[in-house]
């Protein structure tokens, strides 16, 4: 049919050119068949039950803040405490070299 098409639209292709178009174009189509197969696939494996989001990971999400929070702040009020004392440190080292009096 696509054959017909093309040489009744006024194309000047050879059959094999044809023929190549042809295999492309159900190749395109195929993949993307498989595309959707395999998209209708995994919604099926993720969404199989009618259970909604339930308690459990609703508690396993609140813990697992709870414990980030207990562990990662004080890390980060310790970490940003050595920053904050070297660059003070560091930039009285660089304003005494750039500022030096001269009496």
């Known amino acids: 049919m696509l054959r017909k098409r093309l040489k009744t639209d006024g194309e000047k292709m050879t059959d094999t050119l044809c023929a190549q ?3 492309c174009t159900n190749t395109i189509e ?3 068949e498989k595309r959707n197969q395999s998209c209708q696939l995994a ?3 993720l969404f199989r039950g009618k259970s909604g989001f339930g308690l459990n990971e609703v508690i396993g999400i609140a813990a697992g803040i709870i414990i980030a929070g207990l562990v990662i702040i004080p890390g980060l009020m310790s970490f940003s405490e050595t920053v904050m ?3 003070d ?3 009285i080292e660089i304003s005494n070299e750039l500022f ?3 009496t």
Do not use: P
């Open 21 to 23: 178009w042809i295999k």
């Open 85 to 87: 004392t070297r660059l």
């Open 89 to 91: 440190s560091w930039w």
């Open 30 to 32: 195929g993949m993307r």
């Open 100 to 102: 030096k009096s001269t």
């Open 43 to 45: 919604k099926k494996a």
